[in-house]
């Protein structure tokens, strides 16, 4: 079992940045691929970015590239998604998630993480 807690979420304006953060407990968090996913109203939820246990492999959605870095901290059992020069459309809870049958390959396919956490909001005002 992996429990998975967002925190860092909140309201910024366009041209902002974040940082959201990912808490894991339960199984060794450096066994496994981690990602982010999220949601907007209204929309399916899509992709957003993946890393492999070791940390220097990520794969970015194209929306995101440039923009957003993905890190981990296998210390702490900790991933974080540093959001720079955010724009209203980035707008959407954003979920991470843990993918424990994978440790080099980082997936975008959302059906391949067996764990998610509960979510946190990313709300970008114009």
């Known amino acids: 079992q992996v429990q998975l807690v967002e925190s860092g979420g909140g309201l910024v304006q366009a041209g902002g940045s974040l940082r959201l953060s990912c808490a894991a407990s339960?199984?060794?968090?450096?066994?496994?691929?981690m990602g982010w996913f999220r949601q907007a109203p209204g929309k399916e939820r899509e992709f957003v970015a993946a890393?492999?246990?070791?940390?220097?492999?990520?794969v970015y959605a194209d929306s995101v590239k440039g923009r957003f870095t993905l890190s981990r901290d296998n210390a702490k059992n900790t991933m974080y998604l540093q959001m720079y020069s955010l724009k209203p459309e980035d707008t959407a809870v954003y979920y991470c998630?843990?993918?424990?049958?994978?440790?080099?390959?980082?997936?975008?396919?959302?059906?391949?993480?067996?764990?998610w956490g509960q979510g946190t909001q990313v709300t970008v005002s114009s």
């Open positions: 998630a843990a993918d424990v049958h994978r440790v080099f390959v980082p997936t975008t396919r959302q059906t391949d993480y067996d764990y």
């Open positions: 890393i492999r246990w070791t940390g220097d492999n990520t």
């Open positions: 339960g199984r060794t968090f450096s066994n496994y691929v």
